[in-house]
């Protein structure tokens, strides 16, 4: 999320493509239920690499995790996680 919220600050508009590393991309396919996971990929194309743990793009640029610096704002963060649309699994939500 604070990869794709920091894109999205940096271009005004939501990534296309997120890539993670493989171990990033198992464990989100186990913290979200299936329904999720397909939300998730409704909204952009997974895929991974070797390179960095995340990065976020399209054709107007790209957004790596180990760059970001600072956290995003609170207010792109909250887009982020609206127009990500998903939770993780309720047994993973800290109460």
């Given at each position: 999320?604070?990869?794709?919220?920091?894109?999205?600050?940096?271009?005004?508009?939501?990534?296309?493509?997120?890539r993670?590393?493989?171990?990033?991309l198992?464990?989100?396919?186990?913290?979200?239920?299936?329904?999720?996971?397909?939300?998730?990929a409704?909204?952009?194309?997974?895929?991974?690499?070797?390179?960095?743990?995340?990065?976020?793009?399209s054709?107007?640029?790209?957004v790596?995790?180990?760059?970001?610096?600072?956290?995003?704002?609170?207010?792109?963060?909250e887009?982020?996680?609206?127009?990500?649309?998903?939770?993780?699994?309720?047994?993973?939500?800290?109460?």
């Amino acid at each position: 999320m604070i990869t794709v919220a920091a894109y999205h600050a940096r271009f005004k508009d939501w990534p296309a493509e997120v890539r993670m590393a493989p171990w990033a991309l198992q464990e989100m396919a186990h913290l979200l239920d299936a329904e999720n996971f397909a939300l998730l990929a409704s909204r952009v194309r997974l895929g991974t690499t070797l390179r960095t743990s995340f990065a976020a793009g399209s054709k107007r640029g790209r957004v790596v995790y180990g760059s970001v610096g600072t956290s995003p704002a609170l207010e792109d963060l909250e887009a982020a996680e609206s127009w990500l649309g998903v939770t993780v699994r309720r047994e993973f939500l800290h109460d």
